[in-house]
């Protein structure tokens, strides 16, 4: 019979009890959700790599502190502080200009894309260029949504604490991205992979 | 009776958070239905795409994370 999972809500308090292991089981656990939220939302590489960085350290934080009480909701709450973490740090980009090359794309995306095989690169154009560059396209709040259900997988009631509307309005955000994504592909018409 | 299905109550579906009595009527419908069959087949789309699209944090991240978890452990708890 196989071993019944640890929740969440038990790593924490054996976490609390200075058990480091079990924050590791706990990083390992959800390290791929809320690193690929914040990736979404912000669509930035580095960027995601920071916030996802900076998310865990408020997370160890507020748990020290005591203030961690959701039990085992610890994936909402860690991408309710994702999510404000990535809006303040887009905040600022767009106060910032960006370093471009000469053909006007950004300096640091096309560093990363050198550092990828050929076959990676061509993998992934063909794969989900299309789509990815139209979810990208989207609104921020209908991207932060699409995310959030999607790959988050959170459920609507969820996303509305963590967007703090209510479960009306996801639902309306994310019709209105799929709406929007369905238009772009017929306007190309490409087929959405 | 049944009542007409909006795209709201396909994506409520797919995303299993219908209530029971129009997950039903959908799933009783949608073989016969293409154009529930093809608002379903995009959002498997778009979730793929999403999903393809992540690769995670990088093992440099993790460590510091993991290093600063022990950190505060040492310190503070």
């Known amino acids: 019979m196989a071993n019944p999972i640890i929740t969440d809500g038990v790593l924490i308090k054996r976490y609390v009890q200075g058990n480091t292991a079990a924050f590791e089981i706990l990083v390992n656990r959800h390290k791929d959700r809320i690193h690929g939220s914040v990736l979404n939302i912000v669509n930035d590489t580095y960027l995601a790599e920071d916030i996802f960085q900076e998310t865990f350290i408020k997370i160890i934080q507020n748990i020290k502190r005591g203030k961690y009480n959701h039990e085992d909701k610890f994936l909402p709450w860690a991408l309710r502080i994702a999510r404000n973490l990535a809006i303040d740090s887009l905040r600022r980009k767009k106060r910032m200009p960006a370093v471009v090359t000469s053909d006007g794309s950004d300096l640091f995306e096309t560093l990363h894309i050198a550092d990828k095989s050929q076959e990676d690169i061509h993998i992934e154009q063909e794969e989900h260029a299309e789509l990815h560059t139209w979810i990208r396209l989207l609104p921020e709040e209908q991207r932060e949504v699409l995310i959030l259900r999607s790959y988050a997988q959170l459920s609507f009631k969820e996303i509305a604490v963590i967007t703090e509307t209510n479960i009306n309005t996801c639902i309306g955000r994310m019709h209105y991205a799929i709406t929007n994504l369905r238009k772009m592909s017929e306007k190309n018409t490409i087929r959405v992979k | ?77």
């Not at chain 2, 959908?26 to 999903?51: F, H, P």
């Open chain 2, 1 to 77: 009776m049944d009542r007409n299905i909006t795209e709201n109550d396909l994506l409520l579906y797919h995303y299993n958070e219908v209530d029971a009595e129009i997950r039903n009527q959908i799933s009783a419908g949608i073989e016969n239905n293409s154009e529930w069959r093809e608002y379903i087949e995009l959002l498997q789309r778009i979730d793929k795409s999403v999903n393809q699209n992540c690769k995670g944090p990088s093992s440099v991240t993790l460590s510091i994370i993991l290093e600063e978890s022990q950190h505060q452990e040492n310190h503070t708890f």
